[in-house]
């Protein structure tokens, strides 16, 4: 193919739909625009502006056989360990 063949293509990006990611929200498979994407992304960080894993947070903590009061929910601010908690003698590591 002639390389002056290949300026000739254009691409039309004139509306939102233009370009698209596919991922799942919930339990579906949704497509979702890359403008909308711009928009709840925090691009400083990285990360996305709602961080819906934070509201599992206390979930986690009981599984993890934290010591938690059950009745207050956390902020979802993250916290850093401060401490190794010491293992149990009577935990079995077989599993």
Same mark, same amino acid.
């Given at each position: ?37 711009? +928009? ?6 990285? /990360? ?13 903590? /009981? ?20 401490? /190794?908690?010491?293992? +149990? ?5 077989? /599993?």
């Amino acid at each position: 193919q002639h390389l002056g063949m290949k300026s000739l293509r254009r691409v039309f990006a004139n509306s939102e739909e233009t370009a698209c990611l596919l991922g799942m929200r919930r339990r579906a498979m949704v497509f979702q625009p890359v403008a909308q994407l711009r +928009d709840e992304t925090d691009f400083v960080h990285r /990360i996305p502006k709602e961080q819906w894993w934070l509201k599992l947070r206390p979930l986690m903590k /009981i599984l993890a056989k934290y010591k938690t009061s059950y009745d207050v929910s956390d902020s979802g601010q993250l916290e850093h360990v401060s401490r /190794i908690r010491p293992k +149990d003698s009577n935990t079995s590591t077989a /599993i």
